[in-house]
């Protein structure tokens, strides 16, 4: 059995923020939730999360019922949290510890360390950096032989050349690892019990201590502030972009596109500049996205070109459409094939048919429009009357004149024409003009009013 023990008990004091360190978000997602979701990777029977504080907002974040919260009360160390932590777990397991503030580790990296792991033997992960900064050293013998962990801290100027860190990644067996958790002390710089002593026990007693390496060290990297937020976060939509670009997707700047969710896409598909993908997105083949644009929760057929500056929300755009620029789809909006939205229309919880075009300056909300429908610049549909909500209908081959108002409820019959300037309060019927425009008036001899001149002082 695998146990999954993941410390996230630290406040994060250089966070400067009431949010526990470890919910703050990389790409979208809080940090812990990053750490689960590798866990699934490694085959885990069960999950403790060792929290600190924040326990109910911890909870209402990462809803996930197979955790076991494991409250620290009084933070004294990684020892300490990991002996709080093992009285859950069954002597049997087999122990991996993780950190939820090193949210880019690797599932891949994790299944090298197991294997590491075995009756005799304890895996740890190191890393060879060229500055071992803050971390602690890896002290081998003459045969290169594990013997011990030095912390930073404690560590003498001659230690702290070593290049090979711990990066804090261990795995062992749980009844072991209890063995020699119970007889940790805190006779250090800290006054806190490391974790990082039960390898020089471990050696001790004649058990091997395996190590391994991560794949990439960027995936150790802590986060203790805010600088460290945005560096990890940059690295992660990296290493999205690359995968991306390497599984057929032509991104034009990797260091200017996020993506906070998950993508899916066909072939020869175009994103350029400063796009932020979020949520779960699908886009057909040959799907264009222009700049500035934020596409969340969406499904977008083939042959869609979204223009500059678009806001796209929970809806689903048909083959061959055209939207934008500065165009926005609220939710629960069907745009279908062929359809033009233009630049400042903003459709919301509508459907609009196939072939049809809202291209200037519209609003469209809580309506149904049918297929082939010209809809002229300024046209709004007044579908909320300060309390209640109520649906436009529009038939097929319809044509709305500029600048009208079609006041909902109403509905506007196949092929009907609205002139323009038209304030619609009950239904047009179809393959008829209809309009509210007054009769145009020219009043012969009307003067403009002028300003007078002011008179100068004499």
């Not at 075995?118 to 013997?147: N, P």
């Not at 350029?272 to 799907?287: A, F, H, Q, S």
Request: hydrophobic share 35%; glycine share 10%.
């Amino acid at each position: 059995m695998l146990e999954v023990i993941i410390l996230a008990a630290g406040k994060g004091t250089r966070m400067v923020s009431n949010l526990p360190k470890v919910l703050h978000e990389i790409a979208g997602k809080p940090m812990l939730q990053h750490v689960l979701d590798t866990c699934l990777d490694t085959g885990a029977d069960r999950l403790h999360v060792v929290y600190g504080f924040g326990g109910d907002l911890l909870r209402e974040k990462i809803q996930n019922d197979e955790i076991n919260w494991i409250l620290q009360s009084e933070q004294k160390g990684t020892g300490h949290a990991v002996d709080i932590a093992l009285s859950h777990v069954s002597d049997d397991s087999t122990v991996l510890v993780l950190y939820g503030d090193v949210p880019l580790i690797s599932g891949d990296s994790l299944a090298k360390l197991l294997q590491t792991c075995g009756e005799k033997s304890v895996g740890l992960m190191t890393a060879v950096l060229q500055d071992g900064g803050s971390y602690g050293r890896i002290q081998r013998d003459s045969k290169h032989c594990f013997q011990s962990i030095i912390e930073h801290k404690d560590a003498t100027p001659e230690q702290c050349e070593i290049n090979e860190i711990n990066t804090g990644f261990l795995a062992a067996p749980a009844a072991r690892l209890k063995s020699w958790v119970s007889k940790l002390g805190c006779d250090n710089a800290q006054g806190e019990y490391y974790l990082t002593d039960i390898f020089a026990m471990a050696v001790a007693d004649g058990v091997a201590v395996e190590t391994c390496q991560p794949d990439k060290n960027t995936e150790i990297l802590g986060i203790n502030d805010r600088q460290d937020l945005s560096d990890v976060e940059r690295i992660y939509q990296q290493q999205q972009a690359n995968r991306y670009l390497q599984t057929g997707l032509t991104v034009s700047d990797p260091a200017r596109f996020d993506v906070r969710g998950s993508l899916r896409f066909g072939k020869d598909c175009f994103i350029d500049i400063n796009v932020i993908i979020e949520g779960d997105v699908i886009l057909g083949d040959r799907v264009s996205i222009g700049p500035n644009t934020i596409v969340k929760n969406m499904s977008i057929g083939d042959d869609v070109e979204i223009k500059a500056n678009c806001i796209l929300e929970q809806s689903t755009i048909g083959e061959l459409a055209i939207i934008g620029p500065f165009a926005r789809i609220r939710p629960e909006s069907e745009i279908a094939s062929l359809v033009h939205i233009g630049n400042f229309v903003e459709i919301k919880k509508s459907q609009v048919g196939s072939g049809s075009k809202v291209n200037h300056l519209s609003y469209v909300g809580d309506s149904e429009i049918g297929m082939d429908v010209n809809v002229g610049a300024g046209v709004i549909t007044c579908n909320y009357d300060g309390a209640n909500k109520f649906k436009t209908i529009i038939g097929d081959n319809a044509f709305i004149g500029s600048d009208s108002q079609l006041v909902a409820p109403v509905e506007i019959g196949k092929g009907a024409t609205i002139g323009a300037g038209s304030t619609i309060t009950a239904n047009a019927p179809a393959d008829e003009l209809t309009l509210t425009r007054p009769a145009q008036q020219t009043r012969k001899g009307w003067q403009r009013p002028v300003k007078q001149k002011a008179q100068k002082e004499s």
